[in-house]
């Protein structure tokens, strides 16, 4: 109904190309779980196919992205500038990026992780893809904010969600801290460049909650303005 008024109102709206951009983005995060778990057992088949999985939705999120950057026009009657638009979205598109990087990573090294950290590094992905959950849920207020002409309520609603993002993201900051200080002192006993790895796929993890972060630090942003 919301998407309706704003197309009526301004005519074909690019919030909801945005809003499908992200949850096909959110559906490349979502498959991280199985595949660190297909890793650390050294299923190496079922790792390659959910690899294979987050490509295809990586390469499916390329598209909509395509498709909305052709299709926007330099003005528009937005309460948002062309500019932001275009941020938000390649910000939303990086989360896709760098799941495919670190699972092309992980599945390339045949990266299976050492069983002190593994509990970690699960926790700290099952973080990265609420962060990214809480994102897409933010970007899906969109249309609901536009239509109340960015009414109090519901701008409220959407700094409740930004915050819960910020604080997800602080607690992948904590877990990222604690997996570090454990293979410090496994260091010794592991092949370097594994170990140079397993703190770059790390790294990555976490850049993951960061991208979503920015996603809502943008949508703080055009809230601003």
């Given at each position: 109904?919301?998407?309706?008024?704003?197309?009526?109102?301004?005519?074909?709206?690019?919030?909801s190309p945005l809003q499908k951009h992200m949850t096909q983005v959110h559906s490349?995060?979502?498959?991280?779980?199985?595949?660190?778990?297909?890793?650390?057992?050294?299923?190496?088949?079922?790792?390659?196919?959910?690899?294979?999985?987050?490509?295809?939705?990586?390469?499916?999120?390329?598209?909509?992205?395509?498709?909305?950057?052709?299709?926007?026009?330099?003005?528009?009657?937005?309460?948002?500038?062309?500019?932001?638009?275009?941020?938000?979205?390649?910000?939303?598109?990086?989360?896709?990026?760098?799941?495919?990087?670190?699972?092309?990573?992980?599945?390339?090294?045949?990266?299976?992780?050492?069983?002190?950290?593994?509990?970690?590094?699960i926790e700290l992905t099952k973080v990265c893809i609420k962060t990214s959950s809480?994102?897409?849920?933010?970007?899906?207020?969109?249309?609901?904010?536009?239509e109340t002409a960015f009414g109090s309520r519901e701008r409220k609603v959407i700094?409740?969600?930004?915050?819960?993002?910020?604080?997800?993201?602080?607690?992948?900051?904590?877990?990222?801290?604690?997996?570090?200080?454990?293979?410090?002192?496994?260091?010794?006993?592991?092949?370097?460049?594994?170990?140079?790895?397993?703190?770059?796929?790390?790294?990555?993890?976490?850049?993951?909650?960061?991208?979503?972060?920015?996603?809502?630090?943008?949508?703080?942003?055009?809230?601003?303005?």
């Amino acid at each position: 109904m919301a998407k309706n008024i704003i197309d009526g109102l301004f005519g074909k709206s690019p919030i909801s190309p945005l809003q499908k951009h992200m949850t096909q983005v959110h559906s490349c995060i979502l498959e991280l779980n199985g595949f660190m778990v297909a890793i650390h057992v050294q299923n190496w088949a079922q790792a390659e196919k959910i690899r294979s999985d987050i490509g295809a939705k990586e390469g499916e999120a390329d598209i909509l992205k395509k498709k909305l950057r052709l299709s926007l026009p330099s003005t528009f009657m937005m309460p948002f500038s062309r500019r932001d638009l275009l941020d938000l979205l390649l910000i939303q598109d990086s989360i896709a990026n760098i799941t495919k990087d670190v699972s092309g990573l992980m599945i390339n090294r045949k990266m299976a992780l050492p069983d002190e950290i593994f509990d970690d590094v699960i926790e700290l992905t099952k973080v990265c893809i609420k962060t990214s959950s809480m994102a897409l849920k933010a970007v899906n207020e969109l249309d609901e904010l536009l239509e109340t002409a960015f009414g109090s309520r519901e701008r409220k609603v959407i700094g409740s969600i930004i915050k819960d993002v910020n604080k997800l993201e602080s607690k992948s900051d904590k877990i990222q801290y604690e997996i570090r200080a454990k293979l410090f002192p496994l260091e010794s006993s592991l092949p370097p460049v594994d170990v140079m790895f397993y703190y770059r796929a790390v790294e990555w993890l976490g850049e993951l909650a960061d991208a979503a972060q920015k996603v809502g630090s943008r949508l703080e942003v055009l809230l601003a303005r």
